[in-house]
């Protein structure tokens, strides 16, 4: 392997010091601690784990955690009910609604009920326009993190071409966005694209997030890009399960010049950006100068 590997896991324990660092002048002035308010509706167990996950981190930093979790059969108007009343808390800072919702719920209506300026996951529309706008706001996690490698290992963006594969609310599209800020030439292809490889074989960065296992091969990887694989599938292989990426790692670890494994790569950045976030919000709502953390 010739690659370096991008550790998402080390970048993540520095950001969470430099949160660390910030929160005692916060919370001298507000005279609080920053809060983060998690919402679960039903009882999917990977769901349960990344919420208890989310209000262990928020508490191990330093800030407020709520977590507040409902049963399956919620209702539209009981679940909106309790956004309000987490908006109207001056405790919470930022909210977040774990998706996905179950059936009944409509998630747009539900992510548009939450204040934009307590929308530290960053899928508001109000913060996706202020992102497509080029003005500044919350960024919706995932992407955020994948940013904040990219500029670990590459320093400026500035120029270089850049293929987003997959074009979800969640990363593809806030990615692309966040690229064409940093002055890249942007591609977002998907599905549909025709000559997929060849477009990818043109691309000094490869962010991949399909959800599609291994699906980028290794071939299609420019000697020395930089490849940020966003997926995680669960595949067997021998009788034992594997954790993989949308990236086949092998290929691609040796003809790029710097990639992000599966895991430790971009999954630790997801939850540190919230809590990244939510400290940004804490601080804007309360009118304080929000602190440079990476």
């Not at 691309?203 to 420019?222: C, H, L, S, Y």
């Not at 009788?239 to 092998?250: C, K, P, Y």
């Not at 494994?261 to 940004?280: A, D, E, R």
Request: overall charge neutral; proline content about 5%.
């Amino acid at each position: 392997m010739s690659a370096k590997l991008i550790d998402g896991k080390a970048y993540a324990h520095g950001l969470g010091e430099r949160i660390t660092s910030v929160l005692p002048a916060f919370s001298a002035q507000a005279g609080r601690a920053p809060g983060l308010a998690v919402v679960l509706v039903g009882n999917d167990a990977a769901s349960e784990v990344y919420v208890r996950s989310k209000g262990k981190m928020a508490r191990k930093l330093g800030m407020e955690s709520f977590e507040h979790v409902l049963p399956e059969s919620t209702g539209q108007e009981d679940l909106l009910g309790l956004i309000a009343g987490l908006n109207a808390d001056d405790r919470v800072d930022g909210i977040l609604v774990q998706l996905p919702l179950p059936a009944q719920l409509d998630s747009l209506a539900v992510i548009s009920a939450i204040d934009p300026a307590k929308d530290v996951d960053g899928l508001h529309p109000v913060s996706a326009g202020r992102l497509a706008s080029g003005l500044p706001g919350l960024v919706s996690c995932t992407p955020l993190g994948c940013l904040m490698l990219l500029r670990s290992v590459l320093g400026s963006l500035a120029g270089l071409d850049a293929i987003v594969v997959g074009r979800s609310i969640l990363v593809g599209k806030p990615m692309a966005q966040l690229l064409l800020a940093e002055n890249c030439t942007v591609t977002i292809a998907h599905s549909r694209t025709k000559d997929l490889a060849e477009k990818v074989r043109q691309a000094d960065i490869v962010v991949a997030a399909v959800g599609q296992a291994e699906m980028v091969k290794g071939t299609w990887i420019k000697p020395g890009a930089t490849v940020i694989d966003v997926g995680t599938s669960r595949v067997v292989r021998d009788g034992r399960t594997t954790l993989v990426g949308d990236v086949e790692f092998a290929g691609a670890a040796g003809t790029a010049g710097a990639i992000t494994p599966v895991p430790g790569g971009v999954g630790p950045m997801t939850i540190m950006s919230l809590m990244h976030n939510t400290v940004v919000a804490a601080h804007l709502r309360k009118g304080f100068a929000p602190p440079r953390l990476w």
